[in-house]
């Protein structure tokens, strides 16, 4: 951070006084939470005033909370291959599989099997395992992350449907429901103090770790990382390892919350997970952004989603509005000096 700081001040002497400004602007938005954090309390105002305080009423908050909580899991995992530059898109066929399988671990409808709450290391490891395949093709086959994972997706979420025949298991313990339902911890949802949780992990491992210094080393520039003796091949398959067990955590918790598995339980999560990290601040180019900034673009995605059907805006027009902010987001955090093919 200190380098690319010092790297701006350098730049800023041959711009004019305005370009300084704009410069200095666009420099605080993308490499803090400020961003993030300012677009949460402008659309907290926008939606509050709109729907005549009803936004910002306890009951709907806890409602944010609870569906911020699985996006935001998700969007930890999909923000560390974005951090190297690489890009996840096995998110969903990941999830559906695990899912399928864990349902027939836990009591349901159709096996006799009950490993109980053992099932969420289980879901962990099937995650990992996932994602060090997804590491290996990527780095030994050379093949890049957006069509490594792309592929990886299809044979999870056809697996899935062979293995579950394309029916839902419901699950039988009300216990495992209560999971992600309840509220154990001064009535914040537990998903959400899961993702909290997970949130401060990561985040100590990003600074505080060889691991994490690599991987902002080889965002930032993975020729420069490799010549500075970054073993670049490990540090990447570590990184879609973190991504598939996180993911693997995501459908535990998401099985938890609608009680039940299927195929297709993680549709529709992929999108929201990569805006979500992207409007976090975590720039698609990689070096730049972390847990945190997917914790909050979490907020802020599942904030505008729930304001917008409150103030019953069209869902045409919300996909689109959703969208404009993408494009806007990336905007702001790309860096165009590194702008060439996803690794």
């Known amino acids: 951070m200190d380098v690319i700081y010092k790297k701006e001040l350098l730049n800023s002497g041959r711009l004019s006084v305005k370009e300084r400004v704009l410069k200095n602007f666009r420099f605080v938005i993308s490499h803090s939470v400020f961003g993030p954090l300012l ?57 559906s599989l695990i899912a399928v399988v864990c ?7 159709q096996t006799n099997i009950d490993i109980g709450f053992w099932v969420l290391p289980v879901a962990m490891i099937i995650g990992s395992i996932v994602g060090i395949i997804n590491g290996l093709i990527n780095t030994k086959l050379k093949i890049p992350s957006f069509m490594a994972t792309l592929g990886m997706s299809y044979v999870a979420q056809g697996l899935a449907v062979i293995l579950s025949r394309g029916a839902t298991i419901p699950f039988l313990d009300p216990r495992f429901q209560d999971l992600a339902n309840g509220s154990r911890f001064l009535g914040i949802p537990n998903i959400t103090v899961i993702a909290v949780i997970l949130c401060i992990i990561l985040l100590m491992m990003q600074r505080r770790t060889p691991l994490g210094k690599s991987i902002y080393a080889i965002g930032g520039n993975e020729a420069l990382a490799e010549q500075a003796g970054i073993n670049v091949v490990r540090t990447k398959i570590s990184v879609f390892l973190l991504a598939g067990c996180l993911y693997g955590i995501a ?91 996803i690794k």
């Open 251 to 341: 459908a535990f918790f998401l099985c938890s919350r609608l009680n039940c598995a299927n195929p297709t339980l993680s549709k529709g999560f992929l999108f929201p997970a990569i805006t979500a990290t992207i409007v976090g601040g975590t720039a698609i180019t990689g070096g730049i952004g972390g847990a945190l900034n997917a914790f909050i673009g979490a907020l802020v995605v599942i904030g505008l989603n729930n304001g917008m059907v409150l103030m019953q805006i069209n869902p045409y027009f919300q996909g689109a509005i959703m969208g404009v902010i993408l494009i806007g987001a990336v905007a702001i955090t790309i860096d165009r000096e590194k702008i060439g093919i």
């Open 103 to 109: 349902g027939f671990l836990v009591k349901n409808s």
């Open 39 to 95: 677009a949460l309390f402008l659309i907290t105002i926008i939606f509050t005033i709109g729907t005549n305080g009803i936004f910002l009423s306890l009951e709907n908050i806890t409602t944010i909370l609870n569906l911020s909580g699985v996006l935001a899991i998700i969007a930890l995992g999909i923000s560390m291959p974005i951090l190297i530059g690489s890009i996840d898109l096995s998110v969903e066929g990941i999830i």
